[in-house]
């Protein structure tokens, strides 16, 4: 059993950064490939981004291209979210995922689930 908790949301201005964070316990972190969803208010879960096991190979969704790094560190057994030039329309709540499988990039069917962070960007 993989927790994960999340870390380093709160409020900024449009235009800022953040950066999130996912610590994993519990299991072989670099046995998952990890992910990172959001959820605004009213609005079905979207996917943001995702890293393979070792970290070669990262996606994101075309909403954040461009602005959005995530990174992982698996001495760490952390996954991380670089947010810049943030917009209004990127306040949501995010969570970060785990999968042992690759697939869970395209299906969204990851085994693991934190229980998110909020996000709040300001006009």
């Known amino acids: 059993q993989v927790q994960l908790v999340e870390s380093g949301g709160g409020l900024v201005q449009a235009g800022g950064s953040l950066r999130l964070s996912c610590a994993a316990s519990?299991?072989?972190?670099?046995?998952?490939?990890m992910g990172w969803f959001r959820q605004a208010a009213g609005k079905e879960r979207e996917f943001v981004a995702g890293i393979s096991w070792k970290g070669g190979n990262q996606y994101y969704g075309d909403s954040v291209k461009g602005r959005f790094t995530i990174s992982r560190d698996n001495a760490k057994s952390t996954v991380y979210l670089q947010m810049d030039r943030l917009e209004p329309e990127d306040t949501a709540v995010y969570s970060c995922a785990a999968s042992r499988g690759i697939s869970a990039i395209r299906t969204m069917a990851f085994d693991y689930w934190g229980q998110g962070t909020q996000v709040t960007v300001s006009s």
């Open positions: 519990g299991g072989t972190f670099s046995s998952y490939v």
